[in-house]
């Protein structure tokens, strides 16, 4: 049985298990439940804190685990990314009070707060920054006011917190994060492991492709396939009357919009854009 390690609370718990979910797996019914069996697809889910994932899969007891890039570098446990899941995304920083031009050298002899101590102390080793780092567990934007830091390093996603308690990031981002999938760094593969992978991948893709129909007059086919390629070519039926077709294919969601645009100003028609659940390529 495949032991895999979902956070059970905070910005990755929601969607890590709808993830799952949509990726065919068992749901937790109880959110105080630490465990799901799922025996169909033999896999048994832990719910962890996202701090503590990192160290159950580099230890070898999990199997596959997922939490945050900048949670499992600051572990410290030896796991490797065996797929980036594309939400929990955030950048993690230097902040400093605003109204003073900050850069990392002037953290030199400060007190810096972060919930992130080795993080933070391998970045101050690559900036040669000698710094007394304070580990707090949260809220460590306030800090500074409450006059335990003079700085912190700290998650920033939309920066609402920083700019409400009157901070600004400097520095480049200390790590760029976003919800992972983890294993044991040379850990042996398995095929229960990469049917794991194989499902999540499917709908981490699904969702950042839609599904594109519309009818098309045969004598701009060729402009319409150049607009819409889809991976490997698009699907082309023939409709009841002989001067249309019908064409299929995936496009990028970002890009969604302008694609439908562009047909339309060819000659398309009946242009529909549809969600993919999931997906193997
Ligand atoms: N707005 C956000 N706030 C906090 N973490 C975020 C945010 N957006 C993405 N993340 C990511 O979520 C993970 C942190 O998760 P979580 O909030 O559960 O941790 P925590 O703040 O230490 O936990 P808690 O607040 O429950 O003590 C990190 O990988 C972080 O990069
Ligand atoms: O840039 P923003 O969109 O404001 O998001 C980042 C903030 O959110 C997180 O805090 P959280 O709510 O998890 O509280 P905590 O500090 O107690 O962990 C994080 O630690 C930052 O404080
Ligand atoms: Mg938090």
Partial sequence: MLRVAVPNKGA?????????????????????DLTVLDPVNEVEFFFLRPKDIAIYVGSGDLD???????????????????????????????????????????LHGKRLATSYPRLVREDLK????????????????????????????????????????????FGDPICVSEAVLLEREGSAASKAK??????LR??????????????????????????????????VAPLADDNWVAVRAMV?????NQVMDELADVGAKAILASDIRSCRL
């Fill in 12 to 32: 990755l718990a929601a969607t890590a298990s709808e993830m799952l979910g949509e990726a065919g797996y068992r749901r937790r019914h109880e959110q105080r």
């Fill in 64 to 106: 596959l685990g997922i939490t945050g890039r900048d949670l499992a570098l600051d572990s410290g446990a030896p796991v490797t990314e065996v797929l980036a899941l594309g939400f929990g995304g955030s950048t993690f920083r230097y902040a400093g009070p605003a109204g003073q031009e900050w850069k990392p050298a002037d």
């Fill in 126 to 169: 690559r900036h040669g920054v000698e710094a007394e780092v304070i580990r707090l567990d949260g809220a460590v934007e306030i800090s500074i006011q409450l006059g335990v830091a003079d700085a912190i390093a700290d998650v920033v996603e939309s920066g609402r917190s920083l700019r409400q308690n009157n901070l600004v990031a």
């Fill in 194 to 199: 990469s049917q794991v992978a194989a499902r």
């Fill in 202 to 235: 499917g709908v981490v893709f699904a969702q950042q492709y839609l599904m594109l129909d519309y009818d098309c007059p045969r004598g701009i086919l060729e402009q319409a396939i150049a607009i819409t390629p889809g991976l490997e070519s698009p699907t």
């Fill in 252 to 256: 990028a969601r970002k890009a969604v």
